[in-house]
C-alpha cells in the first residue's frame, strides 16, 4: 500500500517556466513533508519542507503547498533552470523526537527544456 | 568530505553470498537510518539507529538482513545468503537529534548486484 503517492513519473517543463511537481499521502498521521531532488549516482539531497501547521514554505525559487484536507502537496520551482532537471522525490514522516523514517514516493523524474 | 560517506560504490555478489555494506554518517550524527531503493521506486526504510542502539529494524525484509551500529558512528548493513531480490541500491542517512524534523543527509548509496 502506497502511503505517499507521485503520480507523474515525468514532467518536462521549458526554461525560464513554473515547474509543479505533485504528491498525494493517504497516512493522516504524517504531520511534516519533505521534497527531495536526485541526480544520477547520487543520494538523495534535501531541498525544502513543511510542517502540516503550514500551508506554504518558501525557500528563493522553491514553494511547497500543503493542503491537509486534500491530503495533497506539490513543489513548485520558478523560474526553472536547466540544473533542476533530475528526479523529484516527495517524502513524508510522523515527528517523533529521534525515529523520523521517511515514507518516499515514487518519484517524478523533471527535464529542463533550454 | 564532511558528508555521509557509503563503501562500496558498487558490490557484485553471486546469489548465496554474504556481502557488508558500509556507512560512515556525518561526524556528530547522532541518528542514522538505512532504506533500500530499488529500480524505478522511492527508497523503503529498512532500520534506524540512536547512536549504538538499533531501536526500529521493522523495515528489515528477512532475518538474513542484519545491521549493526557497535560504536555509535560506523554502521555496517550485512546480507546473508543474497537472492536477486535483493539487487537494489542501499542508501544510509543521518540527521542530527538536537530537535524535531531535521532534514536527513543522504550517502551516495551502494548499488548491490546480485546474479
Known amino acids: 500500500d502506497q502511503q505517499v503517492k507521485q503520480n507523474s513519473p515525468s514532467l518536462s517543463v521549458q526554461e525560464g517556466r513554473i515547474s509543479i511537481l505533485n504528491c498525494d499521502y493517504t497516512n493522516s498521521m504524517f504531520d511534516y513533508f519533505l521534497w527531495y531532488k536526485k541526480y544520477p549516482a547520487e543520494g538523495p539531497t534535501f531541498l525544502i519542507s513543511?510542517?502540516?501547521?503550514?500551508d506554504k514554505n518558501e525557500d528563493g525559487r522553491f514553494t511547497v503547498f500543503l493542503n491537509k484536507s486534500a491530503k495533497h502537496l506539490s513543489l513548485h520551482i520558478v523560474p526553472s533552470q536547466p540544473g533542476d532537471s533530475a528526479v523529484y522525490f516527495c517524502a513524508a514522516l510522523i515527528s517523533n523526537f529521534g525515529n523520523e523514517k521517511l515514507t518516499f514516493g515514487t518519484g517524478t523524474r523533471l527535464t529542463i527544456i533550454p | 568530505g564532511a558528508g555521509v560517506s557509503q563503501s562500496p560504490r558498487y558490490k557484485v555478489a553471486k546469489r548465496g553470498q554474504d556481502v557488508a555494506l558500509r556507512c560512515d554518517p556525518i561526524s556528530g550524527h547522532v541518528s542514522l537510518f538505512w532504506y533500500q531503493q530499488a529500480l524505478g521506486q522511492g527508497p523503503e526504510f529498512l532500520t534506524y539507529f540512536q547512536n549504538e542502539a538499533q531501536l526500529d529494524k521493522s523495515g528489515l525484509p528477512s532475518d538474513r538482513f542484519f545491521a549493526e551500529r557497535p560504536e555509535g558512528s560506523v554502521s555496517t548493513l550485512k546480507i546473508q545468503r543474497t537472492q536477486q531480490e535483493d539487487s537494489a541500491v542501499y542508501l544510509c542517512a543521518s540527521s542530527a537529534r538536537d530537535r524535531y524534523n531535521q532534514p536527513q543527509h543522504f550517502g551516495d548509496g551502494t548499488r548491490l548486484s546480485i546474479l
Open positions: 513543511i510542517s502540516s501547521i503550514k
